[in-house]
């Protein structure tokens, strides 16, 4: 799976490196920024020195009876606008834009992607595995936050199990002038649809329409689950 590792803040004594060989790196006065894993799942650019976005994750849009996995030019025309507008995007991901001292992160509105945010001394840590939180602090689980996860109260929940970490998901923040500022996406699932008869099926065809890709179709033990 793809992922992003990083700082933002004050990278002036900053000596963080990446875990893993990455297949892109970007650093300036306000960012360090790695990203890598799986190179078809994994897209960055950079229009300036001091400025970049970089997307972890698949994306795909529906065009007439066929759907489409995004590209490098499709995501960077989705994100080429002041207000954003995910409500047509299915699939999983997490973005980061860096433009003008300001970092923004934007997961995807399902909450199948997540990132784990960490405040600092001078600055914010990020990461997509939150095995890599031990480069930033020492971990400590919070065990009433995942000890509720054992029980079917509360079991869908935005908190972390690690103390004095961020989970984002389901939501978009953003970083300016050392204050985290976070908006929740409150998406509901349409309940005054009716189903009609075949929905499924013509979804699982238009899913296997996808062209240049192979498709594998599973059940997991957890979302399909609840």
């Given amino acids: ?37 799986n190179q078809q799942t994994i897209f960055f650019k950079s229009n300036s020195l001091n400025s970049c976005w970089c997307l972890a994750g698949v994306g795909l849009i529906s065009v007439g009876d ?30 980061i834009t860096y433009t003008n001292n300001e970092l923004k992160i934007i997961t995807d509105e399902l909450g199948l992607r997540e990132i784990c945010i960490v405040q600092l001394a001078d600055g914010y ?16 689980i919070d065990f009433k936050e995942f000890g509720s996860r054992w029980l079917l109260q509360n079991q869908i929940s935005r908190k972390s199990i690690i103390k004095n970490v961020t989970r984002l998901v389901c939501a978009n923040a953003t970083i300016k002038n050392h204050y985290l500022s976070i908006k929740q996406n409150l998406w509901q699932p349409d309940f005054e649809s009716s189903y009609k008869p075949g929905a499924v099926d013509s ?3 238009k899913i296997l329409s ?5 498709i594998l179709l599973s059940l997991s033990g957890g979302l399909d689950s609840r």
């Fill in 1 to 37: 799976m793809s992922w992003i590792f990083g700082y933002f803040g004050n990278t002036d004594q900053q000596k963080l490196t990446s875990p893993e060989t990455p297949l892109y790196s970007f650093r300036d006065s306000n960012i360090i920024l790695f990203a890598g894993g």
């Fill in 66 to 95: 066929e759907y489409k996995v995004l590209d490098e030019n499709d995501w960077n025309n989705v994100f080429n606008f002041d207000k954003i507008n995910l409500s047509s995007i299915n699939g999983h991901f997490v973005r």
């Fill in 125 to 140: 840590g990020f990461t997509t595995r939150i095995e890599w939180l031990k480069y930033f602090i020492k971990p400590v």
């Fill in 203 to 205: 979804a699982i065809k």
């Fill in 210 to 214: 996808i062209k240049n890709k192979k």
